[in-house]
């Protein structure tokens, strides 16, 4: 079984020294998805939601709060970025909103957090923002897709 990064020997949490491992480039995408009624797809896509541009500010939402992940994750390091990207797509399917997020840097630690917080973010605003035309959406299926560099190496989801 791997042993948990974030445990000391007594079980206590403690930040991770990352001190003496070497800075490389590091990035993961992540995904999630608001679900909702066909109308509020229509709503939002036409840009008449009472409070704006709801893929606008989702996307800049995302941006924004993968920058604070170390103030909203206990543990994480506060990571200096290179790149993020959040992509907001209507789906017609499901019907709602498809969130992708990738987040680069040139580091110690990885950036999976901070795509997957990115994710979260952006949801939670497309839901504040369409609340009131829609109280019966779901956010789901957050998850990290992808990530690179690091001494784990590449990894991504089946």
């Given at each position: ?6 445990l000391?020997?007594t079980?206590?949490?403690?930040m ?19 679900v ?8 939002i ?7 704006g ?11 924004m ?5 170390h ?22 399917a ?5 969130v ?12 999976e957090?901070?795509a997957?917080t ?18 019966g959406m ?8 992808e990530?690179?560099?690091g ?7 089946a």
């Amino acid at each position: 079984m791997t042993r948990l990064t974030h445990l000391d020997s007594t079980g206590a949490a403690r930040m991770v020294d990352v001190s003496d491992k070497p800075s490389t480039t590091r990035e993961a995408l992540a995904e999630g998805q608001v679900v909702m009624a066909p109308e509020t797809l229509a709503l939002i896509q036409s840009g008449n939601a009472k409070k704006g541009d709801v893929l606008g500010v989702a996307r800049i939402a995302g941006i924004m709060a993968s920058k604070r992940t170390h103030e909203l994750i206990p543990l994480c390091h506060p990571l200096m970025l290179s790149k993020v990207e959040v992509e907001v797509t209507p789906d017609e399917a499901l019907p709602g909103l498809h969130v992708v997020a990738r987040v680069k840097t040139a580091g110690q630690t990885g950036v999976e957090m901070e795509a997957l917080t990115a994710v979260s973010v952006a949801c939670l605003t497309i839901y504040d923002m369409a609340k009131a035309a829609d109280r019966g959406m779901r956010i789901e299926n957050i998850r990290l897709l992808e990530k690179s560099g690091g001494r784990s190496g590449d990894w991504r989801a089946a």
